[in-house]
């Protein structure tokens, strides 16, 4: 592999491996919102 290492080219691929991550991250966060109940902390007793 003789080939140069285009610098640029795999920071924007990393950048976008980590997007896709993180949406589909915050993608299961907001589903366990949404069906998690009202909203309101649980009460202590």
């Given at each position: 592999?003789?080939?140069k290492?285009?610098?640029q080219r795999c920071r924007f691929l990393g950048?976008?491996?980590m997007t896709i991550?993180?949406?589909q991250h915050l993608s299961r966060f907001g589903?366990?919102?949404a069906f998690g109940g009202s909203?309101?902390?649980a009460k202590q007793n």
């Open positions: 592999m003789s080939e290492i285009n610098h950048i976008a491996a991550a993180t949406t589903c366990a919102i909203g309101a902390p």
